[in-house]
């Protein structure tokens, strides 16, 4: 073993916080290394790669003749809402990524270099929406191979994948809340998948509510799936936009302003 | 203030005074005083339970205390937390590297976050992998590491950033004698390096061979200091075990030990047992048993293990030791 030089270099200059602009780098450096992760980790590209298309393969072959009539009359009226309800299922990664940190003990060592204290969740969040966007992008271009046509234009696709970003942003404080109370990464998985199925499966994302029974129909109406998966129809294929796109911009604020200081209480009280 | 001028104007590169903190009903430190001098290793020594992590989870800004102060490098720890982790490097049961990164890109990582650019970063990796011999698992993920590849993966994560002070928070438990002689080997290296170092420890042979300080804390609370030699002379660092042939014997046994450790050896089973500070008396032990002639069935001289210690400082026995096992 060669001899080590390995401290005591040159003191550094000791600075007495870190400036907004360093905060912002170490998020790229943090969100950086949740990706690198996804190279060494394939089974989680398969997650959020592989299942999706799964989705649209499943409904649209195997149900969207019975539901829609023909299977490219379904794929138009489906899509959006598969999209929503994959970047549902995709902000878990947040959750199961933060407890793992937290209950490796990787936390503890980032906590305890000088960098900004918000950048590792903030890292976390940044590396989300990289997985998302490529979530919905694939899914884009897996529906358009099978015959889903934007009804409308760039703008408005554009704006249907900021708006689906935006939720996510907002839903990914829920996910941090579970990472933080959940006592493993795998109740944080259990979590997720017990709760987002009922909730993405009671909304319009396969079928009409039309088609639902009576006492039903206003549950799937208020949820705010169906809203956003409203939006997005709305923005690709064409047909009402305000009032689902408000609605969901109120959904998002109102989960944000819920979760983010539930979540930031667990945090501390857990850290 | 400069960094040196601060620490001219402490004599400490560590001082914790009456440090406090409870986690609901438990008291994990109840009012501890440390002072370290720089460039010089303290041991923490103690058994699971006693405070030694709560205590480096202080001074390393991961928690803070319910009352009492504690200085690191003349930075106080609650208020002036992003100066003191400009200072520090952690290794340890609770700071860990990235399982699923390689051990190049969790070095990376670290020097990046650091701010050190990116080929500079992977210069210091490349240089710190080298020094621990990881060179060849330099592109492995962390995972398929074995206990002692990951310890020393966890040491020079620490040191990316040229810390002044580096907390080693059990860094051998768990690992086994070839990994431990290893681990202890960098760290000698370390120190002469001059840094100054903080190690917490269950093993009393870790302490003894590695610190230049030694504080046992139990239940939260110091309850000896002072050097290795000034310890092994106040609680006896070794153990004489004697078990005569004949169980006639055992009284004779009883009053040569007694007379040479000066203490009242306990007796069990036929095995007479004493702490004894000085070495050299084994073979006066052997002498003398020879001369009232006492067949010998077994002799030994074993350093003491931490349970004797506390038995010894205490009255009482470490029994977290025996209900946590090492496994914390």
Known sequence: MTTISTTIAPPRPITPRVSPLEGLRQTMTLAWRTLVQVRHNPWELGDFSIQPIMFVLLFTYVFGGAIAGSTGAYLTFALPGIIVMNMLFVTMYVGTGLNTDLTKGVFDRLRSLPIARWAPLAGRISADLVKQAWSIFLLLGVGMILGFRIGTNMAALLAAIALILLFALSFSWVSVLVGVIAKDPEKV??????????????????????????????????NPVSILADAARGLMVGGPVATPVMQTLLWAALIAVVFAPLAVARFKRRV | MSQLDRLAGSAHAIEVEGLVKRFGDTTALAGVDLAVRPGSVLGLLGPNGAGKTTAVRVLATLITPDAGRAKVGGY?????????????????????????????????LIGRLLGIPRAAAKARARELLDAFALSEAAGRATKTYS????????????????????????????????????????????????????????????????????????????????????????????????????????????????????VTPEVEGGLVTAPVADPELLPIVVRRLDDAGVVVAELALRTSSLEEVFLTLTGHPADEVAEEGITA
């Open chain 1, 189 to 222: 998985q259990i979590f997720g998948f017990t709760a987002l199925f009922p909730v993405t499966f009671v909304s319009n994302v396969f079928v009409q509510t039309e088609t639902m029974p009576g006492w039903l129909q206003p549950i799937v109406k208020a």
């Open chain 2, 147 to 262: 206990g002692g590849m990951r310890r020393r993966l966890d040491l020079a994560a620490s040191l990316v950033g040229h810390p002044q002070l580096l907390y080693l928070d059990e860094p051998t438990t768990g690992l086994d004698p070839r990994g431990r002689a290893e681990l202890w080997e960098l760290i000698r290296g370390l120190v002469a390096d001059g840094v100054t170092v903080l190690l917490t420890t269950q093993y009393l042979n870790e302490a003894d061979s590695l610190a230049d300080d030694i504080v046992v804390i139990d239940h939260g609370k110091v309850i000896a200091t002072g050097t290795p030699a000034e310890l092994k002379a106040k609680i006896g660092a070794r153990t004489l075990e004697v078990r005569p042939a004949d169980e006639v014997d055992v009284r004779t046994v009883v009053a040569v030990v007694g007379e040479l450790a000066n």
């Open chain 2, 76 to 108: 106080d720890v609650v208020r002036e937390a992003h100066q003191v982790r400009q200072l520090i490097g952690l290794t340890g049961q609770y700071a860990s590297v990235d399982d699923t990164l390689t051990g190049t890109e969790n070095l990376v």
